[in-house]
């Protein structure tokens, strides 16, 4: 193994006596460490999808309201695991001397798997974003867009700590590989690939949320006298990317659509959840709807969504079969991210027009003021645009899933 | 793929974080309040669109006749005159038609000063000049500025940009070695 190039780097030690043993003792520990990240992030990101109908619904009543907690106690436990993963390293690195299993370095002696790493640093700006959201409100009011400056600070942020946790399940999947222990089960991926495709499909739900205020709140961009749909080009970057970074991560074509298929059975899961999870907090808390019929109905829009999604995700898988390659070469990748851009240029713009028509469905109070849908030379302009995204997306999400791939840390 | 490449994704890149931000600050908002008032022969309505305007910001005034108003003005000025107490200087501002409000014209007057304010609207059109004056009061600046904010908010971004500047040297790093191996 060679050191890599940047201030992470860390040489790895001649081998020490009993080296596979520890190789494997890190294995354990660091399985763990992935599987508790993922399920902290996961509640995480329940947390957020039931302040976002909160918001609508009852309001900003209190930074300490029932979804807030679940999302900072989400945060605080990922925190808690990195920490922990990162103390551990770094001990069994200054014990056993440094190994790949023992992630980068950091500042000379702290250790830390790579996707600590990128989790820590995420779920850090997330925090940071708390104290400055709860500002914000102060000084602007509690119906800013969620394209707020704090919002998007902490979505970044909440992004950026799920991506960590892709990069330290999928190390786990390739130490897996490298030990001989992956067994392959359904689409010929192991437990840990099909972990790896839970964790990228709450990375796409994380992203989803910040593409969102683009169908109906923010449905046109203007730039000086060019107008263009918002919405068709944010989900065909979001889409591609997760979706190359899935096949390519994997090796295996319909691994865009099995990710895809993830996302659909957890918007389902919270479509579920959040309605009676908000009439239950309402009720006890003696707290009022802003609307007189506000509370919260089965969002059937969202999880209609979701399963269409399905279909660029297997264009996505089409092309890598049809190429017989895992979208690691640029033109197909390239090419396959074009074609996606397609249905999913006209997934968001029948969305946008669709919510529109059927504004009621949303449940927006009547203080938020809806723009109305875009004209139709910017769903013209947003076509060609939809398809550099889908392109660049699918360029973008090829090289996340080659480090996936290979990456030990 | 080469240094050109890259430069076109990140200008795209760039494009689009431009994009979002300007979608963002872009709030078709209605006027915080209207006032009727009368300039000489004219009866105009003033719409203000800050409630209380901002002391260091521009006050946006949309200025159109009353609907009523048997004459319309064919220009309008403003000027704000520091109130009693309020130590500031004069500003003006001249109010364009506004091609949306048939009649109407808006533009901003600066308030630098925390404090009481008078504005001297001045019209001039077909009736003759015309003058009124409107009291209002600049409230101190936000603790944080929105440009600060949205600054402050999207400084993660140049932390992606990095990490995905960072992960393209260590693709080519882990794929040297897989081949080598």
């Given amino acids: 193994m060679q050191p890599v190039g940047g201030t992470l780097a860390v040489a790895v030690a001649p081998s020490p006596v009993g080296q596979e043993q520890a190789t494997r003792c890190a294995y354990r520990w660091r399985g763990g460490a992935a599987v508790l990240l993922v399920w902290c992030l996961f509640l995480a990101g329940v947390g957020l999808a039931w302040d976002i109908r909160w918001h609508l619904v009852v309001g900003r009543d209190d930074f300490w309201s029932p979804p807030h907690l679940l999302i ?27 190994m790949v299993a023992h992630g980068v370095r950091l500042l000379g002696r702290v250790h830390a798997p790579l996707g600590v790493v990128i989790a820590g640093t995420g779920l850090a700006v997330v925090l940071l974003a708390a104290p400055f959201d709860n500002l914000w409100h102060e000084l602007y009011g509690i119906d800013v867009a969620l394209w707020a400056p704090f919002h998007l600070m902490g979505l970044i942020g909440g992004a950026w700590a799920g991506l960590g946790a892709v990069y330290l399940v999928a190390a786990q999947a390739v130490q897996a590989r490298r030990q001989g222990g992956a ?52 989900l065909a970057l979001a889409t591609t990317f997760v979706g190359a970074a899935a096949v390519r991560a994997t090796g295996r074509p319909g691994a865009a659509t099995a990710v895809l298929a993830l996302y659909l059975a957890r918007q389902l899961l919270l479509a579920l959840l959040v309605p009676g999870a908000i009439r239950a907090a309402v009720a006890a808390q003696g707290l009022s709807y802003r609307l007189p019929d506000g509370a919260p109905r089965f969002p059937l829009h969202e999880v209609l969504v979701a399963l269409a999604l399905l279909g660029p995700a297997l264009v996505l898988d089409l092309v890598a079969w049809r190429a017989a390659d895992d979208l690691r070469r640029p033109r ?78 | 793929m080469g240094k050109g490449w890259r430069a076109r994704t990140c200008a795209v890149v760039v494009a689009g974080l431009l994009a979002a931000a300007r979608v963002a600050l872009a709030h078709d908002i209605p006027p915080a309040t209207l006032t009727t008032v009368r300039a000489g022969p004219y009866s105009l309505v003033v719409a203000r669109y800050a409630e209380p305007p901002r002391s260091g910001a521009e006050l946006p005034l949309l200025v159109s006749p009353a609907p009523d108003a048997p004459v319309a003005p064919t220009a309008v000025w403003v000027v704000a005159r520091p109130g009693l107490g309020t130590d500031a200087t004069p ?6 038609p506004d ?5 109407g014209f808006a533009g901003g007057v600066r308030l630098p000063v925390a404090g009481a304010w008078l504005l001297d609207l001045l019209v001039d059109g077909p009736a003759g000049p015309g003058q009124a004056t409107l009291a209002v009061t600049a409230a101190a600046p936000h603790a944080m500025p929105v440009w600060l904010g949205w600054l402050l908010g999207l400084s993660p971004l140049a932390g992606v940009g990095g990490l995905v500047w960072w992960q393209r040297r260590y693709l080519r790093a882990l794929e040297a070695a897989a081949g080598a191996g």
């Fill in chain 1, 72 to 98: 900072y106690g989400g945060v605080a436990a990922s925190g808690l695991v990195c920490l922990t993963a990162g103390l551990v390293a770094t001990y069994r690195a200054w014990r056993d001397g440094p």
């Fill in chain 2, 99 to 103: 091609p949306d409000a048939p009649g």
């Fill in chain 1, 332 to 409: 197909v990748a390239l090419g396959a991210g074009l074609l996606a851009g397609v249905p999913l240029f006209a997934l968001a713009t029948a969305t946008t027009f669709l919510l529109y028509r059927a504004v009621s469905v949303l449940q927006v109070p009547p203080e938020i003021v809806l723009p109305g849908p875009p004209a139709p030379e910017a769903v013209e302009l947003a076509l060609p645009l939809a398809l550099a995204a889908g392109a660049l997306g699918a360029a973008l999400g090829s090289g996340l899933g080659g480090v996936l791939r290979l990456n030990p840390r």
């Fill in chain 1, 183 to 234: 067994r392959p089960g359904p689409l010929g991926l192991d437990g840990w690939q099909w972990l790896l495709l839970f964790a990228l499909a709450a990375l796409y739900a994380e992203l989803a949320v910040i593409a969102q205020p683009g169908a109906v709140q923010f449905p046109t961009t203007e730039l000086g006298p060019v107008q263009f749909s918002t919405y068709p080009v944010l």
């Fill in chain 2, 91 to 96: 500003t003006r501002a001249v109010l364009a």
